[in-house]
């Protein structure tokens, strides 16, 4: 696996070099990363993770999942939700499995979270094929503003939302398969709400209020949960 990520790691330079000049202001494209602290198989890809958030077009996000608690470490970053959105995406493409590590690219591509050429081929995939969504996000002092265009006109109802994360994280874990193990978890998803649905039209403008301290992105996505169609940070 080791050898893997090294090779990754030579793809990742040439793939953004190739890349940041077209999607860091553009379209970012968000990565959903299913992981466990107590996952013996999670570690590379939290690793990967973190070189992945290197890229301004990239925005990847780390979502820790439950489900692993009872082998005998809990997950203090787990939630949930995060679950229940991971069985969403399962049963959006009539799946029974899910399972850590797994990345989900732009809502649309899942990929083994340790299968770096995998992952950058579905990022490449999800830059070249467009959307019919602008978005814009502004800081306006403790709001932020929300505006969006869709191509498309009135059609399905689209998701608004609004995804609170943490940069940085050391753990030390005690017990269970990674027992003895120091990890450090990156853009560490603490909230995850929907704000709104949007048709397409009229074109969207919404305020919402921004507290605490943590980093946040918004993001529009079709229902299932589906493509997603646009991400911008807050900054």
Same mark, same amino acid.
């Given at each position: 696996?080791?050898?893997?990520?090294?090779?990754?790691?030579?793809? =990742?330079?040439?793939? @953004?070099?190739?890349? $940041?000049?077209?999607?860091?202001?553009?379209?970012?494209? &968000?990565?959903?990363?299913?992981?466990?602290?107590?996952?013996?198989?999670?570690?590379?890809?939290?690793?990967?993770?973190?070189? +992945?958030? @290197?890229?301004?077009?990239?925005?990847?996000?780390?979502?820790?999942?439950?489900? =692993?608690?009872?082998?005998?470490?809990?997950?203090?970053?787990?939630?949930?939700?995060?679950?229940?959105?991971?069985?969403?995406?399962?049963?959006?493409?009539?799946? !029974?499995?899910?399972?850590?590590? $797994?990345?989900?690219? %732009?809502?649309?591509? *899942?990929?083994?979270?340790?299968?770096?050429?995998?992952?950058?081929?579905?990022? *490449?995939?999800?830059?070249?094929?467009?959307?019919?969504?602008?978005?814009?996000?502004?800081?306006?002092?403790?709001?932020?503003?929300?505006?969006?265009?869709?191509?498309?006109?009135?059609? +399905?109802?689209?998701?608004? $939302?609004?995804? !609170?994360?943490?940069?940085?994280?050391? &753990? %030390?874990?005690?017990?269970?398969?990674?027992?003895? !193990?120091?990890?450090?978890?990156?853009?560490?998803?603490?909230? =995850? $709400?929907?704000? @709104?649905? =949007?048709?397409?039209?009229?074109?969207?403008? #919404?305020?919402?209020? #921004?507290?605490?301290?943590?980093?946040?992105?918004?993001?529009?996505?079709?229902?299932?949960?589906?493509?997603?169609?646009?991400?911008? *940070?807050?900054?």
């Amino acid at each position: 696996m080791r050898d893997a990520l090294k090779a990754a790691c030579g793809l =990742w330079l040439a793939f @953004a070099v190739a890349g $940041q000049a077209q999607t860091a202001a553009d379209r970012p494209v &968000v990565i959903e990363l299913y992981t466990s602290q107590g996952c013996s198989s999670c570690p590379p890809a939290d690793d990967f993770l973190a070189k +992945l958030a @290197a890229d301004p077009g990239v925005i990847p996000l780390a979502l820790h999942v439950d489900y =692993w608690d009872y082998i005998g470490w809990e997950d203090h970053l787990a939630q949930p939700g995060f679950t229940a959105r991971q069985k969403a995406y399962a049963r959006a493409v009539r799946s !029974r499995t899910i399972y850590t590590p $797994q990345m989900i690219v %732009n809502g649309g591509a *899942r990929v083994e979270g340790n299968d770096p050429e995998a992952v950058l081929e579905a990022i *490449r995939g999800a830059q070249g094929a467009g959307s019919p969504v602008t978005l814009e996000v502004t800081r306006e002092g403790g709001q932020i503003r929300v505006r969006a265009q869709s191509a498309d006109g009135p059609g +399905l109802p689209m998701k608004v $939302q609004l995804v !609170r994360y943490r940069p940085e994280e050391t &753990v %030390n874990i005690e017990r269970g398969e990674n027992a003895g !193990r120091t990890v450090t978890y990156r853009n560490i998803v603490t909230d =995850w $709400q929907p704000v @709104a649905e =949007w048709p397409g039209q009229p074109p969207l403008d #919404l305020t919402l209020p #921004l507290g605490g301290e943590d980093k946040a992105v918004v993001l529009i996505q079709r229902a299932g949960p589906a493509e997603i169609l646009a991400a911008q *940070r807050v900054n």
